[in-house]
């Protein structure tokens, strides 16, 4: 894994130049010295689910309705599309359910500035995390500058507010998935986070075993995609996710099944 991580990160050192070099090179020369950041899993996993509708469909009631459920599960926060801020906004003022949305989702592909002005408007309607997906076909074609450029855009414009970067890992090799957390951790964001949900596959013990082993405690690890039962959500937080994206929130916690959602 070492080996690995050094031959991705020489080969983003050589496309990456001024401040995203220099940035690239302090995370890796203190990567070695940080925990692994897998600690004691909590007694309960109400308080790492972001609850999640990211359907196109979704109307007004059902935001109102995860927000309620939210609400009397405790979870950490709901996730919802950027329209749909500031009613969830107002659904959870006097809770501590964290309003989250998603920023060039479910695509990535969009502008830098483009993302970075929705994510300056959801910041201003009420959105207290933001989750990003990563440019993964500039990734792919090794634009290593687009891509940092463009988490560290959506990083300045949350203004402190957390960071979640989608690497899309369903779509990603391992070299590939090895520098998009690499990217991440350079760009200053918090979390990173595995999948849409969008674009086939999901969270894998595997994936989100070697995402914490490449950002270590610097970042933190998202699971989404395909987390429907308890059982799932554990072996993901054991593998050192510290939050789970899922539609399946209530299932999870009453020790159910979910559905077939995100």
Not at 38 to 57: F, S
Not at 181 to 193: D, I, P, T, Y
Request: charged residues 25%; hydrophobic residues 45%; proline residues 2%.
């Amino acid at each position: 894994m070492e080996f690995e991580l050094e031959v991705a990160g020489k080969e983003l050192l050589k496309a990456l130049k001024g401040g995203a070099a220099e940035a690239l090179a302090s995370f890796e020369s203190i990567r070695k010295t940080l925990g692994s950041g897998k600690a004691e899993p909590p007694k309960a996993l109400a308080g790492l689910i972001d609850h999640t509708l990211l359907k196109p469909d979704a109307t007004a009631e059902q935001v109102k309705k995860l927000c309620a459920e939210a609400r009397e599960h405790h979870f950490a926060s709901v996730c919802i599309n950027s329209g749909f801020v500031p009613l969830a906004h107002a659904q959870l003022a006097d809770t501590k359910v964290k309003v989250c949305t998603v920023v060039g989702f479910p695509l990535g592909a969009m502008s830098i500035r483009g993302k970075a002005r929705e994510t300056e408007i959801a910041i201003s309607e009420g959105a207290q995390e933001i989750d990003m997906v990563l440019a993964v076909g500039r990734l792919k074609g090794h634009e290593f500058a687009h891509v940092y450029d463009d988490i560290h855009a959506v990083v300045s414009a949350a203004s402190g507010r957390r960071v979640k970067v989608i690497i899309e890992t369903a779509l990603l090799n391992k070299k590939e998935k090895i520098q998009a957390c690499l990217l991440a951790a350079a760009a200053r964001a918090h979390f990173v986070k595995t999948s849409t949900g969008f674009s086939g596959g999901g969270a894998t013990v595997e994936d989100v075993e070697l995402m914490k082993e490449v950002v270590r405690d610097a970042l933190e690890v998202k699971a989404s995609g395909g987390v429907r039962d308890a059982k799932a959500a554990w072996e993901m937080v054991h593998a050192g996710a510290t939050r789970l994206g899922t539609s399946s929130g209530i299932a999870i916690v009453q020790g159910e099944k979910g559905g077939e959602g995100y």
